[in-house]
Nanobody, 126 residues
């Protein structure tokens, strides 16, 4: 059974930074695409960032471009999300997810992803 375990969430003031990590069962390169998503109360789940694990191509939602960086640490076998210049509207539960099977691109579109973690809460206060 595929497991994805997120860590690193917490509370921070606006303008601050947080770093999320996701540890998958198996190696990150077993999943062609991995990504980060978020869901705020009363809102639909939305894509934040995706990464093509073999080529390193990255994809970002417009709302986080220039502030968030998705990366993979092959030595630690983790997927990471560095979040800078955080805003109150970034407050949400953040989920790590992965795709099975081949894909040519890894846009963070929730319906395309098959495996999901349990999430980690990020709260940004003004």
């Amino acid at each position: 059974q595929v497991q994805l375990v997120e860590s690193g969430g917490g509370s921070v003031q606006a303008g601050g930074s947080l770093r999320l990590s996701c540890a998958p069962s198996g190696y990150t390169y077993n999943y062609p695409c991995m990504g980060w998503f978020r869901q705020a109360p009363g809102k639909e789940r939305e894509g934040v960032a995706g990464i093509y694990t073999s080529g390193g191509d990255t994809y970002y939602a417009d709302s986080v471009k220039g502030r968030f960086i998705i990366s993979q640490d092959n030595a630690k076998n983790t997927l990471n999300l560095q979040m800078n210049s955080l805003k109150p509207e970034d407050t949400a539960m953040y989920f790590c997810a992965a795709i099975r099977g081949w894909r040519s691109t890894c846009h963070p579109i929730p319906r395309d992803y098959h495996y999901w973690g349990q999430g980690t809460q990020v709260t940004v206060s003004s």
